[in-house]
Nanobody
Framework: QVRLAESGGGSVQAGGSLRLSCAAS????????MGWFRQAPGKEREGVAI???????AYADSVKGRFTISRDNAKNSLYLQMNSLKLEDTAMYYC?????????????????????WGQGTQVTVSS
């Protein structure tokens, strides 16, 4: 059974850091496009960052310079290092996997072509 499981969420003060992890099971993620997405209450889901099998990355403008996506294929895991957190980063964060082409689509921010999703981990940033 293909599964993605996120962890590492929690509550943090503005300016703090968190590191999210996503463990894949039931398949090998090395050849997949992987991404982090988030959804805040009352808002649409938005793409945060993606990483291709080639290690190429892309970020939403709102997190550039603050968040870093990485993958460890040997551990079948995906990570999101989040620094300088802001109140507006509060959301449920999801990891997702898709075919190679998902990382080369301009609509990645909407989650297009990502077809395997985790259950999410909550990140809450307070003042």
């Amino acid at each position: 059974q293909v599964r993605l499981a996120e962890s590492g969420g929690g509550s943090v003060q503005a300016g703090g850091s968190l590191r999210l992890s996503c463990a894949a099971s039931g398949y090998t993620l090395s050849s997949y496009c992987m991404g982090w997405f988030r959804q805040a209450p009352g808002k649409e889901r938005e793409g945060v960052a993606i990483i291709a099998s080639t290690q190429g990355t892309a970020y939403a403008d709102s997190v550039k310079g603050r968040f870093t996506i990485s993958r460890d294929n040997a551990k079948n895991s995906l990570y999101l290092q989040m620094n300088s957190l802001k109140l507006e980063d509060t959301a449920m964060y999801y990891c997702a996997a898709g075919p190679h082409s998902a990382c080369y689509s301009n609509s990645w921010v909407a989650g297009a072509r990502f077809d395997i999703w985790g259950q999410g981990t909550q990140v809450t940033v307070s003042s």
